[in-house]
């Protein structure tokens, strides 16, 4: 039981910071068409559609969170051992 409690608080800590993480990547690679927009803006409509990309950008980070949390978990579980 101490090692699953290990293993899921390490990985919804982990899987919180790549989700920040890849948010901070994607923010930095976002360029805005200014030009564009200003064309747009004229003809904006009242209506808001939010567009995404696929899951699968979030299914990868979720798989490397997972393997970084059982590794560590399986790390610190190796550790608390010998100290025992």
Do not use: R
Request: net charge positive.
């Amino acid at each position: 039981m101490k090692q699953y409690i290990l293993f899921a608080i390490s990985f919804v800590v982990l899987f919180a910071v790549f989700q920040v993480l890849a948010g901070y990547v994607a923010t930095l690679l976002y360029t805005p068409d200014i030009a564009n927009a200003w064309k747009e803006a004229g003809h904006a409509s009242s209506e808001v559609v939010i567009t995404g990309s696929s899951g699968i950008i979030s299914f990868i980070f979720a798989f490397f969170a997972a393997t970084l949390a059982y590794v560590l978990s399986n790390l610190f579980m190796k550790k608390s051992s010998t100290y025992i």
